[in-house]
């Protein structure tokens, strides 16, 4: 097979390796890429990840036999409906499909007519009525943006003013979702959605908290790994059973079948588990601690075939640029990579090259994942990986993991 990948960061490392070594995948050429995607086969530079009818003539013209798209922002802009379009084969939800993830109100109203658990919300485009509504309510107070806002469009705070002023920024740019405030512990579960049904993934848990202790800004993500002990059992069946079936029957129920990875954040409540948030494709950085423990061929899972898992565990550090997440400052020089131990896997999140020396070119720079026989193992093995890997300002949380 040859399969076109669309996307450029960790997650879609951590993709464009799992399908890279799948006996079936002969070349593998990655949209726009990134230098570790690079070592994998092709990289076509110049054409943004959002120009979907570029993408789509380019798997045309490259006889691809399969797409496999990463990121929200070009499932959000209808890539699989313009290769789909073409008669070319693709994995992801159709632009309408994608809107679970693109439109917080839409999918909290279908999520509302499917009958699943979910917090209540309300919805603003004035910033006269969100404030209101906000001086009538409690904290703590979650704001979050409408649309696609890249891992920072959402707010938690005690402070009633923060919230408000928050609300009134993110007016400028469209609707807002002001929603209760879910207490209890978060895991993301993952369902593969294909012709033959859907199936979960293993589940993962990430810490989207810029600084140890859960302190700090909202990033898109500063660690994960997997397994998740602490879970209750049979939480990812309970999912399928009460989340993500009744969801998908909602969707094609309305026209909009969705085939592709389904993200569902859930907030582990006294009442029981309630989803925080869909996205339409795998996280990152969850995907980089989940890809690591699935034994089976993804290809095949992509075409319906059950996933199939390790005994090991996966442990993902994020190192990330001086300023993440409000102004990441490119163009430092990475030094150690070299230096990683070989049972530690490295993906590139943002990064480029420059003759022969690596750059930050990205707020969230490089993925360290540890393996080993449990997750204490794998996460001293990542650990092990970041004290050999610096650049001026990197940052990275020191507690992924510690208390899995």
Same mark, same amino acid.
């Given at each position: 097979?040859?399969?076109l990948?669309?996307?450029n ?7 464009g ?5 799948? *006996? ?12 570790g995607l690079?070592t ?7 054409? *943004?990840?959002t120009?979907?009818g570029?993408?789509?003539?380019m798997a045309r ?9 990463? +990121? #929200?922002?070009?499932?959000? !802009?209808?890539?699989?409906d313009?290769v @789909?379009?073409?008669?070319i ?6 632009r /309408?499909?994608a809107?679970l993830?693109s439109?917080k109100n839409?999918?909290k109203?279908?999520?509302?007519r ?6 209540? @919300?309300?919805?603003f485009? #004035?910033?006269?009525r969100?404030?209101?509504?906000? !001086?009538r309510r409690e ?6 943006a409408?649309?696609? !806002?890249a891992g920072?469009g959402?707010l938690v705070?005690?402070n009633r003013e #923060?919230a408000? @002023?928050?609300?009134e920024?993110?007016?400028? &740019?469209g609707?807002i979702?002001?929603e ?9 579960v993952?369902?593969v959605c294909t012709?033959?049904?859907a199936?979960?993934l293993e ?5 989207k908290?810029?600084?140890d202790?859960?302190l ?15 879970? +209750?059992?049979?939480?990812?069946d309970?999912?399928m059973?009460?989340?993500?079936? *009744?969801?998908l ?5 309305e ?6 990875f389904l993200y569902?954040?859930? /907030?582990?409540t ?5 989803v925080?948030?869909f996205?339409v494709r795998l996280?990152d950085p969850e995907?980089? /601690?989940?890809? *690591?423990?699935m034994a089976g ?6 075409e319906?075939?059950a ?9 993902? &550090?994020v190192?990330a640029?001086?300023g993440y ?9 990475i030094?150690g990579?070299?230096?990683? +131990?070989?049972?530690?896997?490295v ?7 420059e003759?022969r ?11 360290l994942?540890?393996?080993?026989? @449990?997750v204490g193992e794998a996460?001293?093995?990542?650990? #092990? ?6 650049w +001026? ?6 507690d992924i993991?510690a208390?899995?």
């Amino acid at each position: 097979m040859r399969i076109l990948l669309v996307g450029n960061g960790g997650r879609e490392h951590a993709l464009g390796w799992k399908l890279a070594s799948s *006996p079936r995948v002969d070349d593998l050429i990655s949209l726009p890429g990134n230098p570790g995607l690079g070592t994998l086969g092709a990289v076509v530079e110049g054409i *943004p990840a959002t120009d979907v009818g570029a993408i789509a003539a380019m798997a045309r013209v490259q006889a691809v036999d399969l797409v496999v798209v990463g +990121p #929200e922002a070009p499932l959000a !802009a209808g890539v699989v409906d313009a290769v @789909s379009a073409l008669g070319i084969p693709v994995f992801g939800p159709t632009r /309408a499909a994608a809107r679970l993830e693109s439109s917080k109100n839409f999918a909290k109203e279908v999520m509302t007519r499917a009958g699943v658990a979910t917090a209540a @919300s309300e919805s603003f485009t #004035e910033p006269g009525r969100a404030r209101e509504y906000l !001086a009538r309510r409690e904290g703590p107070f979650v704001v979050k943006a409408d649309g696609l !806002a890249a891992g920072k469009g959402v707010l938690v705070t005690d402070n009633r003013e #923060e919230a408000a @002023s928050w609300a009134e920024q993110w007016l400028d &740019v469209g609707p807002i979702v002001v929603e209760e405030f879910l207490d209890g512990p978060e895991v993301s579960v993952f369902a593969v959605c294909t012709d033959r049904g859907a199936m979960p993934l293993e589940p993962a848990r990430d810490y989207k908290r810029l600084l140890d202790g859960d302190l700090g800004p909202n990033t898109g993500g500063m660690g994960s790994y997997s397994p998740v002990s602490s879970l +209750p059992d049979g939480l990812a069946d309970d999912v399928m059973r009460a989340v993500v079936d *009744p969801t998908l029957g909602q969707m094609e129920e309305e026209g909009s079948r969705f085939r592709g990875f389904l993200y569902v954040g859930l /907030a582990l409540t006294a009442e029981g588990p309630k989803v925080l948030e869909f996205n339409v494709r795998l996280g990152d950085p969850e995907t980089q /601690a989940i890809l *690591p423990r699935m034994a089976g061929d993804l290809v095949d899972v992509i075409e319906g075939a059950a996933p199939e898992w390790t005994r090991e565990a996966a442990v993902n &550090v994020v190192l990330a640029a001086e300023g993440y997440p409000d102004s990441p400052i490119k163009g430092a020089s990475i030094r150690g990579i070299d230096g990683v +131990p070989d049972d530690v896997l490295v993906f590139h999140a943002g990064t480029r090259l420059e003759g022969r020396q690596l750059l930050v070119d990205g707020g969230r720079v490089l993925d360290l994942v540890g393996i080993g026989n @449990s997750v204490g193992e794998a996460r001293d093995r990542a650990y #092990e990986a970041v004290a050999a890997v610096g650049w +001026p300002g990197m940052q990275h949380r020191a507690d992924i993991a510690a208390q899995s």
